[in-house]
Every structure is written in C-alpha cells, then in structure tokens.
C-alpha cells in the first residue's frame, strides 16, 4: 500500500487547465483514467487526508504509486482522450459497462452489390445499416418474414446466391414471392437496391408514406376492377401494418430518442437504454456493473453515453438523448455528441408529457433488471465462494485461490502440438487473459516434456515482468506476442504474463504434475501451487503424493476444477484443429515470393485448379491481371519444385479421382 504523499506533485506543478490524468501502480499499470476542467483543482482532491476520502478512491490513491496528466484545448478534447484511455488500458478502478449478452440486430448490408437482410451480432461494419438492438432473433426473423411480401431483398447466404446464379433458378422465397430473385436476372442490381433502401427507410420509422401509397395503389386497382391485385395490396397493408404493431408507438411520429434510465446502490448500478425511431421502440438493451469509482448518477449517465456511442456515428446517434441526470460538463458531452452525429444533438431531462412517463417505464425496467441481478448473482457469488473455500481446504492452501491458471496439451498423432492457458478469476473465466503456445522445444509426442516447457515459458514472462528486464528471459515467443517486444515500457497496457495465479491446474496425473512443479522449482517460484485432474476418476493429484485428494461428486470445488481444466481442454483444442486445418490448405503458391493471397485466388480462379496451372506457360499465366513475368517465372519454378499432391481416390469404388475441379490456394 502506497502513502499518496509519496508521489504528490509539487505546488504549483499540476497546470490549471483541462486535461486528462492516469494514476499507475509500481508496475506502472493504468489504474484509473479521469478528466477535469482544471487538473489543479481535481487532483488536488485525490491528495487529502485518506479518512476524508471515500474508501473507493482510498483504496484507488493507495494502490496507485505515481500520477501524470496531459492537457487539451477543450472540454470535448478531454471527453474524447478519456473514452479512448479507458478503452486501451482498461483500468480496473474505472466503471465500465459490459453487456451480459449480445444483442442481436436486424442488419441490411449495403456495402454488397446486392444488399442482403439479416440477423447479426457483435461489432458493427462499415456501410451496414443496422435497426435494434431486439431482445431475441426471432423477433427480428418475426418482423423480417411480414416485411418481405412488400419489400422481396435478398436474405440468402452468398454461396446460397452464388447455387442459384449457376443454376439459373432461385430458391423458395423467389418462387413465393418474398425474394426479387436478382441471383437470376428478374431485377437489376439498382431496382433491388432500390428496394433496399426502401425497406431501410420503412424499418426507420418513415412508415406512413409506404401505408398509404399502397392504400392509394389498392383503390386504383380496386377501381379498375383488378380484384386479385387489390388484394394482394390489401394483404401487403395488413403485414405492414402487423409488422408495425409489434413496435409500441410510445412518442409522435417524428420522435428519434434514446432514454436512459439508471437503478443504482451502493455497491451496483444497473442502466437500461429504450432506442426510438419514428416514434416507436425499435430496441432495448442494459447493463450492470460494479460500482468500483466514487461516482455519482451524473458519472453514471456519462460513462453511459461514452459506451454507447463511442464507437457510433451519423444516424447511430440520435437526435434527443433523455436522461435522469446531466452529466457535469453536459455541455462537453453535447458537443460530443454533435460531432459524432453531425448534427446538433439535445441532451437533457425530460420534464412532463409522454417523455417524462416513458423515462418512468425505462427506470422501472433498470429497477428489475438490478434486482434480478442482485438475486442470480447472490446464489453464484455464494456458490463460488464456497466452490474456492472447498478447494483451498482439499489442497491445504492459505486461502482461496482467486486467480486460477489452467493448462491442456493437444495434438493429433504428435503433429501439430500446442497448449493452452486459461485462466478463471473469482471462479468466473477471464477471457482476455487466454494464452496459446506452439510447443517448439522438440519434436514428437511427450505431454509430460511439453507441460514442462509450457510452464517454464509462461512463468519466465512472469519473472521478466517483475524484474521489469525490458525484454524477454529467451527468444521463444508465444502464439500472438511479438518478438523482441519490451516489458518495462511504460505504457500503461495490462501485460500478458504481469499476474501470478495462486494455483496452477494441469490437466493430468502425476507425471503431468511433476513436470509443473519442477518447472516452478527450476525457476524459484515456490509460492504458487499446482494440482492436476485426471480424467478417468476425477482425482486432484499433488505434487511428490502417491494417493490422490478424492472429492465429493457433489462438491462444488471438484465441479470448478473440472469446468476449469474442460475449457482449458477445448481451447487447445481449437487451437490445434486451426493449426492443422491452416497446414492442410498449403499450397505450393505459397512459396512464391511476393505472390498475396488476391493474386493467388486470381489464378486459382482464372485456371480452374493447381493442376491446370501447373501445366500452364509463362505467357499464359502473364496473361492473368496483376501477374508479371519475373512473378510468373516464379510461380512455374515454385510448382516444379513441389510434388503433385496424392490423387483423391474414391473409398466407396476404389477408382482415382481426377483433379480437373477447382482448387484453393
């Protein structure tokens, strides 16, 4: 525990300007990011006596052991720097909402020459437009199948798309009516994009033009005695209109606002976020999280709205952002919000009217989704407490192991071997910290020599991070790191390797075990413990004991060990299938020099197959665009040198297949 006064800036040292801070600890890890109007004043706070502070930022001040700040121009330059140094060194004494799940949207892709309706999760792509989030696919599904009838877009797979364009016949929908069928030609690519933009346009509360232009069209029809077009007309109304029914019309027609809404005690703070479009809730979505920074309803909303649109843009941010409190420089954050959506944005408290009831019905839903929280998390919080205490008890440990690493071996017949290291903190797995390795000691199968070096090599990183050496202990490098790459930098970045686990899990017996332990005791670590599970009866082995520790089929430590070392088993897994599936699709163009994987497909495609290409000239394949000579000389003395791949060959008849197909590069 540091003494704040020990790394308080001088007098006079902090400018009186707006700014940015970072507080470090000894490793020099960014613990906590903040922005003020004046640096002077706001540091000057974290800098009182400790019984005067709240035990939130005590704590903070005391694990921290230096602070530095930089200085912008504006309020908005500082909100900006923040949201962007919360997001890369992820401080562990700043609150951040995570989403408990990922919200699916209704996506229009119009980045394809043909633009395609779907459902899609996760990060949003550059020229999608996307509608949502919806609490469940099948509502999307719901609304996209009524939808169709009047706007036929494409909601078919490319390789769906691409089967039907080499037959010439479109699939169900085409023949139903729900698709335009563009995969054969029945409209151009600008009529369905056309149509498209409609459905957008339609999906973007821009309803009342389409309703009554298909109104107006059925009593034309109607008048001219054209009875089956009028009902189908009719028919199209009514799933427009049942479409529209299953987004509440909550505000006027013109209305594009999101609400935010907070629930909140000491310890948790619960947000829930209402999106309207046209007047209607076309989303909903909220999050929970640990109330780890002294910060009230105001810091709430603004690390609120730097979540959600900080990654946003035009149409993405609306016009009307309703909220319980401003945040405190809510004319900073309003700029913010301009600039991102370009246009002027109204951020402020709804007061009376349907917007002040509506803020009423997104505060009640934040309420419920606190207290469903509190109440799922009271029983896992009890039962990880107790699954830890268990193990720490059947493994005569100090205390309960709160960070726990685990470590699995895979291979296929001895090829391709690689390892695993997953990692679960407070009984709950920490994904960010999953590591792979490449085992490059030897070759061949031994897991007991491969558990031995994985071991080494994850916790020499860990002595490089404590003796801060500046580089790596030896050359080897893990699975995504970077040669070379420096340990002491004083970035602030969480490292890979910074955090020692209080036990160590192998997935094995005793053999396994022993590798471990020797591999800690070869390194002078002797303050971690290690077990291991061995399959076959589930028994935990210790180091250097002839019998195994037993537990209980019903104790909740034995079902953590094992739910451990099963996600350390399927990530190696996973790993070892890409690395055997990536050797497999080798090709003999990938020893050419210079030759990228476009230029590689080119040729793959303009002579159907490896083979065809081999037997081509140099002039035939300068002939291919993008290839030159001295490239096509490469690529004929590439595929002389390798050996033709082994005939396929038929297991049902015995006969050998012919490679005149196509092929990959």
């Known amino acids: 525990m540091a003494d704040p006064s020990s790394y308080r800036p001088k007098p006079g040292q902090i400018p009186d300007s707006p700014g940015v801070y970072k507080f470090r600890d000894e490793h020099r890890r960014v613990i906590y990011v903040g922005k003020a109007k004046s640096l002077r004043q706001r540091l000057a706070n974290y800098f009182q006596p400790l019984p005067s502070l709240h035990p939130r930022t005590a704590t903070m001040v005391t694990t921290a052991a230096s602070v530095e700040w930089t200085v912008v121009s504006t309020e ?66 719901e609304t996209v199948d009524l939808m169709l009838r009047v706007f036929p877009v494409r909601t078919c797979s490319a390789g769906v798309f691409r089967n039907a364009a080499s037959a010439g016949r479109p699939c169900l929908l085409g023949y139903i009516g729900k698709c335009s069928a563009p995969c054969v030609g029945r409209v151009t690519p600008e ?131 309703l909220v319980p409190a401003l945040p405190e420089d809510s004319e900073a954050v309003t700029a913010w919000l301009a600039g991102r959506r370009g246009s002027n944005v109204s951020l402020r408290i709804p007061q009376r009217g349907d917007k002040k009831d509506l803020m009423e019905t997104v505060a009640r839903n934040a309420q419920q989704a606190l207290v469903l929280h509190k109440t799922k998390r009271a029983s896992d919080l009890t039962t990880r407490s107790r699954a830890l205490e268990e193990i720490a008890e059947a493994l005569d440990l100090d205390s309960a192991p709160l960070r726990i690493e685990c470590f699995d071996i895979s291979h296929l017949q001895g090829e391709d071997v690689v390892a695993s290291m997953v990692v679960f903190e407070d009984g709950l797995p920490r994904k960010s910290e ?126 953590l060990l094992q739910r451990v070392r099963d996600t350390a088993h399927d990530f190696a897994i996973r790993y070892q299938r890409s690395k055997r599936t990536k050797r497999i699709r080798t090709s003999p163009l990938d020893a050419v020099p210079g030759l990228g994987e476009t230029r590689k497909q080119a040729l793959i495609k303009h002579f159907g197959s490896v083979k065809r290409l081999r037997q ?37 008849t015995g006969e050998i297949m012919e490679d005149d197909g196509g092929g990959t590069a």
Not at 86 to 103: A, H, L, M, Q
Not at 515 to 524: I, V
Not at 627 to 650: F, H, I
Request: aromatic residues 8%.
């Open 191 to 321: 009529e369905h994009r056309e149509l498209a933009e409609e459905f957008c346009d339609f999906m973007a509360g821009r309803t009342g033009t389409y309703i009554r232009r298909l109104e107006k069209q059925m009593m034309l029809a109607a008048e001219d005695m054209e009875y089956e077009k009028a009902g189908r007309l009719r028919d199209d109304i009514e799933a427009l209109r049942r479409a529209m029914e299953k987004s509440a019309v909550v505000l006027a027609d013109a209305t594009d606002a999101d609400l935010i809404a907070l629930a909140e005690d000491e310890l948790e703070a619960a947000v829930q976020i209402f999106h309207v479009r046209g007047g209607r809730v076309r989303g909903q979505r909220g999050w929970v999280t640990d109330k780890v920074e002294a910060v009230d309803t105001a810091g709430l909303v603004e690390h609120a709205i730097q979540q959600l649109y900080g990654e946003e843009s035009g149409d993405s941010v609306p016009k009307e952002v």
């Open 616 to 652: 081509a000239t140099i002039e035939q394949i300068c002939e291919v665009p993008g290839m030159g000579r001295k490239t096509a000389e490469s690529v004929v003395v590439a595929l002389a040198q390798a050996a033709p791949a082994a005939p396929a060959v038929n297991t049902a």
């Open 76 to 141: 908005v330059e500082a909100l900006q720097l923040e949201y962007s140094w919360i997001k890369e060194f992820d401080p562990r004494f700043n609150v951040k909402y995570r989403d408990d799940k990922s919200y699916p949207y209704l996506a229009v892709t119009l980045n394809e020459e043909f633009p395609r309706v779907q459902v899609l999760r996760g990060h949003k792509k550059k020229g999608v437009r996307y509608f949502g989030p919806y609490a469940h696919a099948w509502a999307i599904r």
């Open 434 to 559: 999953y590591r792979r390795f490449q085992i490059k000691g030897f070759e061949g199968q031994d897991d007991v020599r491969s558990m031995h070096e994985v071991i080494s090599r994850r916790f020499k990183r860990y002595l490089a991070e404590k003796e801060k050496t500046g580089e790596w202990v030896d050359g080897d490098v893990t699975e995504g790191e970077v040669p070379g790459q420096a340990l002491g930098e004083d970035d602030g970045r969480p490292k890979r390797f910074a955090y020692p686990p209080q036990l160590v899990v192998v997935d094995g017996g005793q053999p396994q075990v022993a590798a471990a332990r020797r591999a800690l005791d070869e390194l002078g670590i002797d303050d971690i413990a290690v077990c291991g599970l061995a399959k076959r009866l589930e028994e935990v082995w210790l180091p250097g004991d002839d019998d195994p520790v037993v537990l209980p089929r019903s104790s909740e430590g034995l079902y």
